[in-house]
């Protein structure tokens, strides 16, 4: 019982309203979540050789101190751009292997601080309670951007925890929220932690975005890791995946987690209820349908 919502802008001069918009959505799934909230942005990509990091620590984490020691540890270039209880980090780097070093040293560093996310364009921002109230806390409402995803959670599976809510990246600018329940997830999980995919959680949610990560590592497009998961996830589900370039929506083949779809000439967006596409502008144009069982919808920039 948790809600899903997600908004890509076929029309760039629409990214100013990203976060006013996609607040509305999101506050339409407070009944389906209220234990939590979270998004992922996708905005303001970092220059060309340089990692974006987002970053979550406790409610009295002092930016300031962490941002001194990050330009002692990772170069005088490297920011920190503090929000509430999470931070962005940029910093340059020599490529996936160095950010990968940064993203280590970070949390090695900083025991009590993790990494909610890592790439270029990507930013993670989740927290425990009221949709209305994360959103509030995360400014979001004033967030421009190309394209972002969002969650509310009823807890069914793990603890009401900060770190246990959607979204979950496990790859560069990959993240993917997720509604419903995995039967075979910590099989797994110990296959895909033998294979080099890092959890910070027991949540069955990081296990989909993990598997996804490992598939896109071996090669795969998304289009084609997301036709391996319907052989291989065991469960019900409706999956909505963010990329760079894009999202991507997919159910089980028996589809009983409810899922909406939209799309006009300007956006495209979905979410697990209408009411909520019907707060967006020009929602009494769109086409308007339910995603088929095992049936993979997406759409890029490119």
């Known amino acids: 019982m948790c809600g899903i919502v997600g908004l890509y802008y076929k029309n760039p001069d629409l990214e100013g309203r990203l976060g006013e918009m996609l607040s509305d959505m999101l506050i339409q799934m407070t009944d389906r979540g209220p234990d ?4 992922a942005l996708y905005h303001e990509p970092a220059p060309a050789g340089s990692v974006k990091i987002t970053l979550q620590g406790p409610d009295d984490v002092d930016w300031g101190g962490v941002a001194d020691e990050i330009r002692d540890g990772l170069g005088s270039r490297s920011t920190l751009t503090p929000l509430a209880n999470h931070a962005v ?4 780097t020599g490529g996936d292997a160095d950010s990968d070093r940064i993203a280590a040293w970070l949390e090695e560093r900083f025991g009590d601080i993790r ?11 989740k927290e425990k309670g009221l949709p209305a109230g994360v959103i509030d806390k995360f400014a979001l409402r004033g967030t421009a ?12 599976e793990s603890a009401v925890t900060t770190e246990h809510s959607h979204p979950f990246s496990t ?4 993240c993917l929220v997720h509604n419903g329940s995995l039967s075979n997830h910590n099989r797994w999980r110990e296959r895909l932690r033998r294979d080099g995919i890092r959890f910070q959680t027991d949540n069955d949610s990081e296990v989909a975005a993990g598997y996804l990560t490992w598939r896109l590592g071996q090669g795969a497009g998304l289009n084609e890791a997301l036709e391996a998961a319907i052989a291989d996830l065991d469960g019900f589900y409706t999956f909505a995946i963010g990329t760079r370039e894009g999202f991507a929506v997919l159910r089980d083949p028996i589809a ?10 300007d956006w495209v967006a979905m979410s697990s209820e209408y009411r909520a596409i019907a707060q967006l502008p020009g929602s009494e144009n769109a086409r308007i349908w339910e995603p088929d069982p095992a049936t993979i919808y997406s759409w890029e920039k490119h």
């Open 36 to 39: 939590s909230a979270g998004v």
């Open 89 to 92: 980090v940029v910093a340059e």
């Open 115 to 125: 990494v909610t996310s890592i790439g270029s364009a990507i930013e993670i921002y």
């Open 145 to 156: 951007g190309t394209h972002a995803l969002g969650h509310t959670r009823m807890a069914t």
């Open 171 to 174: 790859g560069r600018d990959l």
């Open 256 to 265: 009983c987690k409810p899922a909406v779809l939209a799309e006009t000439d």
